[in-house]
């Protein structure tokens, strides 16, 4: 399908307004994929709140120009799959993970987080990372870690007491 001068800019426009909004970049080769595989992949990407699109290579690179996956234009190549995140830095890597376990046909080629390229070999590593949730629960309970301990520290003493009280109690009901 040939594409005329208004139709590029537009892809162009569009894909690079998603990369300035998005935090996490990753790039697949899709040879091989059946329609109905892509649309399955397409499908979970929409669940998960990942933006898809494929792409020419020439349009990827000129739209991530000035945006912080400009990294990683050398590493457009072939035909690729681009996934795009704007909320869940490891949204992507998790989708094109797991997809890539089911289809030995997909193949993650580069990933990008804030503005650093990393190899498809440490997609376990931004797989891994929590959600913003998570994140966001760990910290809390980190940070609620000291003042429970705090508390149970004060409370040791009254309970200790209280404690030999009721055993007193019981020695002298048993007597």
Do not use: W
Not at 30 to 49: D, N
Not at 112 to 124: E, F, K, N, P, R
């Amino acid at each position: 399908m040939t594409l005329n001068l208004a139709d590029k800019q537009a892809i162009v426009a569009e894909v690079s307004q998603i990369a300035r909004q998005a935090i996490s970049f990753v790039a697949a080769d899709y040879r091989g994929l059946t329609v109905p595989e892509m649309t399955q992949l397409r499908k979970e990407a929409r669940s998960a709140g990942v933006y898809l699109r494929v792409v020419r290579n020439t349009l990827a690179r000129r739209a991530v120009e000035g945006t912080s996956f400009e990294c990683i234009q050398s590493s457009l190549v072939g035909p690729l799959i681009l996934a795009f995140a704007e909320h869940e830095p490891s949204a992507p890597a998790k989708l094109f993970k797991q997809y890539a376990k089911d289809n030995a046909k997909f193949e993650v080629k580069v990933l990008s987080v804030g503005g650093q390229v990393y190899s498809a070999t440490q997609i376990d590593a931004v797989a891994s990372l929590p959600t913003r949730d998570e994140a966001l629960s760990k910290l809390m309970s980190a940070m609620q870690a000291p003042i429970t301990k705090l508390v149970r520290t004060f409370v040791a003493p009254q309970e200790k007491l209280v404690r030999t009280l009721a055993a007193v109690r019981d020695q002298k009901q048993s007597a």
